[in-house]
């Protein structure tokens, strides 16, 4: 038996690599998802065949509940509060792997190799954890989402993890002889869970993202090494499948959003901070009944939706404006940044849901090409993404690649007022005369342009 289970955890690995070759196109990524989905329900259910596993009293219904809960949770959940699900969908996988050390951990015999990789499986799980379990109250809005600091935050977060260290250290060299292992294991796994909870707190609930990407990363390391600790091939690549997407994906949006991961991981990471700059130009409001005719007029127009789209849950709303237009004959284009709104691939997963079919979809740099042709850039509750700001120097945003929306002949934004982008920043696009502002709800706005489209 044992030769068969090892076989079809080969299988379930290979699975779990078309998957995730499936989830890097977004025409793919739904059955990238069934395929990694399946190769899991096989992981799990071969696991049983292993021979030697006890305790099915209290396995199977500790799978069974879980696999209730997060099949309702995953049905529930509302797009919007899909990055604090993650999160702690994210702590759990983490939790695991820090469970499966602390196992093997107080198991006698292991060799020194095996605590090893084990104590720093553990190290990883439980900073894991524990920041995750932050992101998820930071997000879901249950404690402050404003960065938690005090005086001299990062010299006692790194003694205290030292010391957490320290006590691994102290486990390997004299395990279970010379001090009894319950005292160097105790402080080791609180010291370092701690650490988890004091490395999350500075960061800025609206950032938390690019801080789940990173757990989600160390998550993968920490299943990844626990399956080398217990020699189970499945975990192993599948943690190393996760350690390294999820690396790509923190660095990615890092990058986009122009801060650095050693920022991050320094937990200086998520200040917003507001500067004393004044923009040239004023705000010019128009009407929707104007806005109608502009979009009738074109032959090109941008569709640039941001974070209030999101918010506003307006994408349904841009779905029939763009069919309109195109039943008209405009040609219409989404121009996505990779970081608007407030997850990686949140615009996607929003015009997704809505339908719009994936060939308007474009990227920044397919975009930024085409931009000086277009006649009409429709900007929906997008700010930072477009913000010329970020050409120049000494701004927050300096340095961040944005979508040249400024390049197109006339451009009209759809947000609520005089409110900020995330960077809190002022929008030096919203000044330009050929800009004209439309205030109001986004899928208010798309509601009252559509009917005097329909006039027309
Ligand atoms: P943004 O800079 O956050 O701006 C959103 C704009 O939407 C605001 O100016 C707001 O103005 C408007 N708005 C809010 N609710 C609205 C509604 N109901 N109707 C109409 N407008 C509404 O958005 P963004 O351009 O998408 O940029 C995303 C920012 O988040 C970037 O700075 C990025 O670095 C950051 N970020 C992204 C991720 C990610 O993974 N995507 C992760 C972390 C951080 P009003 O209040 O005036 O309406």
Redesign the pocket.
């Known amino acids: 038996m044992i030769d068969i289970s090892q076989l079809i955890y080969v299988l379930t690995i290979v699975a779990f690599v078309i998957g995730l070759i499936r989830m890097g196109n977004p025409a793919t990524a739904r059955s990238g998802i069934l395929w990694a989905g399946i190769a899991m329900a096989f992981s799990i259910g071969i696991t049983f065949f292993v021979p030697g596993l006890s305790n099915l009293i209290l396995i199977l219904p500790a799978v069974l509940i879980g696999a209730i809960i997060g099949f309702v949770a995953a049905r529930r959940v509302a797009i919007v509060n899909m990055p604090q699900m993650v999160a702690i969908y994210n702590g759990m996988g983490a939790g695991a792997a820090s469970t499966i050390a602390a196992i093997e951990l107080i198991k006698l015999g292991n060799s020194s190799f095996n605590i090893t990789i084990a104590l720093a499986g553990a190290i990883i799980g439980n900073v894991s954890i524990a920041g995750s379990v932050i992101a998820f109250l930071k997000l879901q809005g249950w404690i402050r989402q404003k960065p938690v600091t005090f005086f001299l935050q990062q010299a006692v977060n790194l003694i205290i993890v030292a010391i957490g260290v320290f006590f691994g250290i102290l486990f390997l060299l004299h395990g279970n002889f010379l001090i009894p292992y319950t005292s160097a294991l105790i402080p080791f796994f609180v010291l370092t869970i701690g650490y988890g909870f004091l490395m999350a707190l500075p960061i800025g609930g609206?950032?938390?993202?690019?801080l789940i990407s990173l757990y989600n990363a160390m998550t993968g390391i920490a299943v990844g090494l626990e399956g080398f600790a217990i020699s189970n091939y499945a975990m192993v690549v599948a943690g190393i499948l996760v350690g390294a997407a999820g690396t790509i994906l923190t660095l990615a949006?890092a990058n986009?959003?122009n801060r650095s991961v050693g920022a991050i991981l320094a937990g200086g990471f998520g200040k917003t901070q507001s500067e004393d700059r004044t923009v040239s130009g004023n705000l010019k409001p128009i009407s929707s009944e104007d806005v109608a005719v502009m979009l009738a007029y074109s032959s090109t127009v941008a569709i640039v939706?941001?974070?209030?789209?999101?918010?506003?849950q307006?994408q349904f709303k841009v779905r029939d404006l763009s069919d309109m237009l195109i039943s008209r004959g405009i040609k219409v284009f989404f121009a996505i940044?990779?970081?608007?709104?407030?997850?990686?691939?949140?615009?996607n997963v929003l015009l997704a849901e809505a339908g719009v079919p994936y060939d308007l979809l474009q990227d920044r740099d397919e975009a930024n090409r085409a931009f000086q042709d277009v006649d009409v850039s429709l900007v929906?509750?997008?700010?930072?993404?477009?913000?010329p700001a970020a050409r120049i120097q000494g701004t927050t945003?300096y340095g961040?690649p944005i979508l040249d929306v400024d390049k197109s002949k006339n451009v009209i934004v759809?947000?609520?007022?005089?409110?900020?982008?995330?960077?809190g920043i002022e929008?030096d696009l919203f000044y330009m005369d050929k800009t004209k502002m439309l205030?109001?709800?986004?899928?208010e706005?798309l509601s009252k342009i559509i009917q005097e489209l329909k006039k027309l």
């Open positions: 609206a950032d938390m993202p690019v949006m986009a959003m939706p941001g974070f209030g789209m999101a918010s506003a307006a940044h990779p970081v608007a709104g407030r997850m990686p691939g949140h615009m929906i509750g997008a700010n930072d993404v477009v913000n945003l961040m759809l947000k609520r007022g005089a409110g900020k982008g995330f960077a929008n205030y109001g709800d986004a899928q706005s």
